[in-house]
T-cell receptor
Framework: TQLLEQSPQFLSIQEGENLTVYCNSS?????LQWYRQEPGEGPVLLVT?????EVKKLKRLTFQFGDARKDSSLHITAAQPGDTGLYLC???????????FGGGTRLMVKP | DSGVTQTPKHLITATGQRVTLRCSPR?????VYWYQQSLDQGLQFLIQ???????AKGNILERFSAQQFPDLHSELNLSSLELGDSALYFC??????????????FGPGTRLTVL
């Protein structure tokens, strides 16, 4: 069982649709990050959230940190083929210093 | 380009062998992190070094070891290799020593294949 559970694991949608990816845990996190990884490359940081209830926007991407700092969501509006990739959430627990990754959501946006 | 470099990009070796993976962090970053990414287990944190000292340890096997040198580059040594060690190995770097506040920048990874 992973400390951070991501859902769905796979998502295939048409260009222009909206989608939401979830990252859930029973543990509290000091901060939570979202990464996007393309095949053959390392993860690239999209955003870091540190305050419960925080909402951050990055163009068509909206990130939210749960009030209790145990979960997060990533919402993409009007998805484009360029959004295709593996989306990973990662968190640092209050008592620790290591970054724990979720299992990832593999997104494919078809033109 | 994240500014983090890793060599080699690909490595093919046999079971029982030993290999060394190398990482150069972004200019100015003091922390280096090593991760293993396999198909069945996702991205797993192995170990972190901060300014030459071990700072945090994750699920790193005893057959694996790492170090960070005075010039801040790091090496991950994998010995007595097994088929299950085949994976992508990523290095990441950040400015400081606290993962909670420091954003990590990942290198392109080394793909290790053990035959």
């Amino acid at each position: 069982t992973q400390l951070l559970e991501q859902s769905p694991q796979f998502l295939s949608i048409q260009e222009g649709e909206n989608l939401t990816v979830y990252c859930n845990s029973s543990s509290v996190f000091s901060s939570l990050q979202w990464y996007r990884q393309e095949p053959g490359e390392g993860p690239v940081l999209l955003v870091t959230v540190v305050t419960g209830g925080e909402v951050k926007k990055l163009k068509r991407l909206t990130f939210q940190f749960g009030d209790a700092r145990k979960d997060s969501s990533l919402h993409i509006t009007a998805a484009q083929p360029g959004d295709t990739g593996l989306y990973l959430c990662a968190g640092v627990r209050s008592a620790g210093n290591m970054l724990t990754f979720g299992g990832g959501t593999r997104l494919m946006v078809k033109p | 380009d994240s500014g983090v470099t890793q060599t080699p990009k690909h490595l093919i070796t046999a079971t029982g062998q030993r290999v060394t993976l190398r990482c150069s962090p972004r200019s100015g970053d003091l922390s280096v992190y090593w991760y293993q990414q396999s198909l069945d287990q996702g991205l797993q944190f192995l170990i972190q070094y901060y300014n030459g000292e071990e700072r945090a340890k994750g699920n790193i096997l005893e057959r694996f070891s790492a170090q960070q040198f005075p010039d801040l580059h790091s090496e991950l040594n994998l010995s007595s290799l097994e088929l299950g060690d085949s994976a992508l190995y990523f290095c990441a770097s950040s400015e400081g020593g606290l993962a909670v506040y420091n954003e990590q920048f990942f290198g392109p990874g080394t793909r290790l294949t053990v035959l």
